[in-house]
């Protein structure tokens, strides 16, 4: 299994606070995805880095900031949480060139109320 | 913009019959198309994909998929399923070399004794 960890797993907070989830890669691949899942919309791109510090967005980013450090690292914020941001919140990884072929994190599943 | 469209939110069977799950793709360009499987509670992990070569391609555990391009699909099927097959598939495409991968709404398989 691809070397991928994400923290937290779960994680119930209330509207308007700021929320961070992270993803750390064992793997030194490049490219790094959030994705969100929700019932009746499959996944959804957030943003994605394909390298340290570049970064770019994908469908839904609004609401959403990411930062990547590190090769490794790739963090997700949410500056004020809503009860829309209620999902399971999937980290990716892929190798350069990218070829759409993306080995995935357990999830992390974020409750705002 | 790429699109995938997967027909059946969900397909239950009965263990040994075959399965269809469909999958059509709206794309212009060259395309690499994926399958992708989620057990409960788990990440996506790959199950197939398609980049070049041959239009059919196969899984280890007897699924196969076959590219059409006449007809923008790329279906995977299961001459006979196992309880354990009982997961949510999702098709995927990107444009070859892109790093950006959409997914579609994803289709429940469920496999009854």
């Known amino acids: 299994d691809a070397g991928i960890t994400q923290s937290p797993r779960h994680k119930v907070t209330e509207t308007g606070t700021p929320v961070t989830l992270r993803c750390h890669q064992t793997?030194?691949?490049?490219?790094m995805y959030w994705y969100r899942q929700d019932p009746g919309h499959g996944l959804r791109l957030i943003h994605y880095?394909?390298?340290?510090?570049?970064?770019d967005k994908g469908e839904v980013s609004d609401g959403y900031s990411v930062s990547r450090s590190k090769t490794e690292d790739f963090l997700l914020t949410l500056e004020s949480a809503t009860s829309s941001q209620t999902s399971v919140y999937f980290c990716?990884?892929?190798?350069?060139?990218?070829?759409?072929?993306?080995?995935f994190g357990e999830g992390s599943r974020l409750t705002v109320l | 913009a790429q699109s995938v469209t997967q027909l059946d939110s969900q397909v239950p069977v009965f263990e040994e019959a075959p399965v269809e799950l469909r999958c059509n793709y709206s794309?212009?360009?060259?395309?690499?198309l994926f399958w992708y499987v989620q057990y409960p509670n788990q990440g996506l992990q790959l199950l197939l994909k398609?980049?070049?070569?041959?239009?059919l391609v196969e899984s280890i555990n007897g699924f196969e998929a076959e590219f059409n391009k006449s007809q923008t699909s790329f279906h995977l099927r299961k001459p006979s399923v196992h309880i354990s097959d009982t997961a949510e598939y999702f098709c995927?495409?990107?444009?070859?070399?892109?790093?950006?991968?959409?997914f579609g709404k994803g289709t429940k398989l469920t496999v009854n004794p």
């Open positions: 990716a990884i892929s190798e350069s060139p990218p070829t759409g072929e993306l080995f």
């Open positions: 793997e030194n691949h490049r490219y």
């Open positions: 880095s394909y390298g340290v510090k570049d970064t």
């Open positions: 794309s212009s360009v060259s395309v690499y």
């Open positions: 398609y980049l070049s070569g041959s239009t």
């Open positions: 995927a495409v990107s444009q070859g070399g892109s790093e950006k991968l959409v």
